[in-house]
């Protein structure tokens, strides 16, 4: 089971903070995930409906799309930052 | 407190206020080696009288790492002696203040870049994002990331590239 957080906009459309899950043996990387997450239901089909624009962090630190999943133990999604 | 020639660090995300002396005053008493100070403070604009509050979450946790480690590459380019960031959360109305960078160094050229530099880097990377009130009750929504951001943290990069000419 790992932990997905999420923030913002992205939060708001997935209708929750946060949630664990089982990853299918499929889901390799961040792509992998934001692909199976946006097919899983209606809510998280709008939050990823463009997965260009959501970020994302395994165990606080920023990451690409590509980057593998093993080993992560909480995985954000979140908007572009507007902060400062 | 900090002896001479030790960088000091403070680093903060939270809900209250800060006072922008006091925040100086936490980096540069006690010590007889910092010639430059400069600070950037960042305030809640009522867009014209428009919005009524920003409302900013965070990512507890990653927001202090990810700030930290901005702070920590500032620290390996400029010959800073002491450091200060702080960043709000929460609900901010127009003429509060959202966030500081104090830099202390020797001189000011050191200073006033790392702090241009630190704020290009935080406004890109720290997890944060504001939402806004309107001033007739509705909700503004989420603001957008803007582009020129992005290029002014870009040109920090750029600049570190050596030039093929």
Partial sequence: MVKLV???????????????????????????????????????????????????AIDKHHVSPQ?????????????????? | MSEAGHISRHISVQASPFDLGAEVGRLTQSRTDIGAVVTFTGLCRDEAGQ???????HYPGMAEGEM?????????????????????????????????????SAHRVAAFEAATFLMDYLKTRAPFWKKEHLADGS????VEAKAHDDLAAERWSAAQVPSVD
Wanted: proline share 7%.
């Fill in chain 2, 68 to 104: 930290s480690r901005v702070v920590a590459q500032a620290e390996q380019r400029w010959p800073l002696q002491a450091v200060s960031v702080i960043h709000r959360y929460g609900v901010i109305r127009p003429g509060e203040v959202i966030v500081l960078v104090v830099t202390a």
């Fill in chain 1, 67 to 84: 980057t593998p999943l093993k080993g992560a133990r909480e995985i954000a999604f979140f908007p572009p930052m507007t902060g400062g």
């Fill in chain 1, 6 to 56: 999420y923030f913002a906009w992205v939060r708001e459309r997935m209708g929750m903070a946060e949630e664990m899950v089982e990853l299918p043996p499929s889901v390799l990387t961040i792509a992998d995930l934001a692909l199976w997450l946006a097919g899983r239901d209606e809510a998280a089909a709008l939050a990823f409906a463009n997965p260009d624009v959501v970020r994302a």
């Fill in chain 2, 51 to 57: 919005l009524s509050a920003l409302e900013l979450e």
């Fill in chain 2, 139 to 142: 909700s503004g929504g989420w």
